[in-house]
């Protein structure tokens, strides 16, 4: 399976498409927890590229923003995204 393949995978797997649909309510928000390892970015890729608005992730610490952010810029090569790693307790990660 090539990458567009299993990125179009994700980006229709039911999981996305509920996260997808329950953000277009005005004024929703979601946490999601217990998403482990290389799973995380292809999550945010899949959502990234279903839907046209930004996304905010706030990761634990810097060194797994800083992976997250590695592992999607592999896999959103030309889509335009901004990583801040400011000096606060949580890491944040815009994708717009």
């Given at each position: 399976?090539e990458?567009p393949?299993?990125?179009?995978?994700?980006?229709n797997?039911?999981r996305?498409?509920?996260?997808?649909n329950t953000?277009?309510?005005?004024?929703?928000?979601?946490?999601?927890?217990?998403?482990?390892?290389a799973?995380?970015?292809?999550f945010?890729?899949?959502l990234f590229?279903?839907?046209?608005?930004?996304?905010l992730f706030?990761?634990?610490?810097?060194?797994?923003?800083a992976?997250?952010?590695n592992?999607?810029?592999?896999?959103?090569?030309?889509?335009?995204?901004f990583?801040?790693?400011?000096?606060?307790?949580?890491?944040?990660?815009l994708?717009?």
């Amino acid at each position: 399976m090539e990458l567009p393949d299993l990125l179009a995978a994700y980006a229709n797997d039911n999981r996305i498409c509920l996260i997808d649909n329950t953000l277009k309510i005005e004024g929703s928000s979601i946490s999601i927890k217990g998403i482990n390892g290389a799973l995380s970015p292809f999550f945010a890729a899949g959502l990234f590229m279903r839907t046209n608005y930004n996304h905010l992730f706030i990761m634990d610490d810097w060194e797994q923003a800083a992976y997250f952010e590695n592992d999607l810029s592999a896999l959103l090569e030309k889509k335009k995204y901004f990583f801040c790693h400011l000096a606060i307790k949580n890491r944040v990660f815009l994708m717009n």
